[in-house]
């Protein structure tokens, strides 16, 4: 009788804890991460077939990941397990201070997270977790044990990033892999400009730039003037003066505006349309 083989490749299995980062910081010793990924689904039925669902839609979708930080004593780890709360610093001591906070808005202190598999080098991310905006939610437990470790218990949840079209989740993979380079238009002089300033040597980054109308707004006029700079979904940057490089707050765009004749005045305007880096 004939008989039939699966093709295994042993090197494609996994048995890895895992480094967490948050914000750009190691949270150190963890136990046991667990990454739960959902796209919520919604059946579609028709009186005539009854129950039966006849197709199924996607209505939502829902990324999970737990665990828990053993190194209790870091107060920055209770940081980011409890974000709307303060931790305070005096000395050389720290403490961590629990206060009202009714209407804080967790989207607001979402970070980036990244899970990062131990069996491959830091060098090698082709496993890795990428998760644009994350917030811990806040609830734990600690528990007071002769026998039990204490731990920090977390759950985070993700948001949707509206810096690209359509909104991102996360990504498995090497975020270099089909990488589509941020972009920024030419500057845009307003209709209503007295001065002939240009603006030149526009820059993006592919980590910051979104995709927004920066805009800038002359304040001083002059041959050294100032200009504020804002995106509409950034908000404020800085301020960039006449002459000198200018790179935003965080790096979401540089350039640099040069003195025409004549100078800009108060008022003058220009926009910059920026399109964030998205995947093909």
């Not at 040069?258 to 800009?264: D, H, R, V």
Request: negative net charge; aromatic residues 8%; charged residues 15%.
């Amino acid at each position: 009788m004939a008989v039939s083989f699966s093709t295994i490749t042993p090197g494609n299995f996994e048995l890895s804890p895992c480094r967490v980062n948050y914000g750009g910081i190691d949270l150190g010793a963890t136990d046991k991460v667990k990454v739960k990924i959902e796209e919520k689904l919604s059946p579609l039925k028709a009186d005539q077939m009854g129950d039966t669902i006849i197709d199924q839609k996607v209505s939502g979708f829902k990324v999970t990941i737990e665990t828990s930080l053993d190194e209790i004593q870091l107060k920055n780890n209770w940081k980011v397990v409890f974000p709307a709360h303060k931790l305070v610093s005096s000395g050389g001591n720290t403490m961590f201070y629990f206060d009202s906070q009714i209407g804080a808005s967790m989207v607001s202190f979402a970070k980036v997270l990244i899970l990062h598999p131990l069996s491959k080098p830091n060098t090698d991310k082709s496993t890795d977790m990428y998760i644009y905006l994350a917030t811990a939610m806040p609830t734990s437990e600690v528990d007071y044990s002769s026998t039990d470790q204490q731990k920090l218990k977390v759950t985070f949840d993700i948001y949707p990033d509206f810096t690209t079209q359509p909104a991102r989740f996360m990504l498995y993979g090497d975020p270099t892999v089909g990488l589509v380079d941020a972009t920024a238009g030419a500057a845009t002089a307003g209709t209503g400009n007295v001065g002939a300033d240009t603006v030149t040597g526009i820059t993006v980054n592919n980590g910051a730039t979104k995709t927004e109308t920066i805009s800038l707004l002359c304040v001083t006029p002059g041959a050294t003037g100032l200009f504020n700079v804002s995106g509409s979904l950034s908000g404020p940057l800085g301020s960039a003066t006449v002459g000198t490089s200018f790179n935003a707050f965080g790096s979401e765009i540089g350039f640099t505006i040069n003195n025409g004749s004549p100078s800009a005045a108060v008022g003058d305007t220009y926009t910059i349309a920026t399109t964030a880096a998205n995947y093909t």
